[in-house]
């Protein structure tokens, strides 16, 4: 996951995943102070002014396995 300035391009910041489970799976969204960033196997929480990681969230589902995907804000409930 990576953040970039629009003005110029720069890179402000880059939060790296070493471990498969952990790369980015759908699409991503900003809701209030948070960046929500599916993976198959978690929903990171993060910090989109730093890249700080806020929370890592493993995702429990009643199928196996269980997958991230897109990601979108409904009524105030986050829905993968």
Request: aromatic share 10%; net charge negative; hydrophobic share 40%.
């Amino acid at each position: 996951l990576w953040a970039f300035d629009v003005d110029d391009g720069a890179l402000g910041w880059r939060l790296t995943q070493t471990e498969p489970e952990e790369r980015g799976y759908g699409q991503g969204l900003i809701s209030g102070p948070a960046l929500f960033w599916p993976t198959r196997e978690f929903l990171f929480q993060v910090d989109p002014a730093t890249g700080a990681m806020q929370r890592k969230i493993l995702l429990h589902t009643p199928d196996a396995p269980r997958s991230g995907g897109n990601l979108a804000v409904a009524d105030g409930v986050l829905v993968i």
